[in-house]
């Protein structure tokens, strides 16, 4: 396994776990004055992750498996 891999492995962990807010189900307080503090959370955690999982197909996607799958389409194309 490639050191980027592991990396982005325990990234992918830690934002698991971030996922689990259970210290905001009890809060009342309000981000902006209209938003709860739990929705707000799971605003920024969901561009978090929408923004990790971009950089991993930038950086760990299988280009080798990727240019397999091409060549099988131009063997099989008549």
Known sequence: MKKISVVFLV???VLAALHQDSWNWSSSHLVFGFMPVGLAY??????????FWGIVIKFAWPEDLEQWAEEGEKSSTP
Do not use: E, G
């Open 42 to 51: 799971h605003a920024l955690y969901s561009l978090t992750a929408a923004l």
């Open 11 to 13: 990234i992918f962990v």
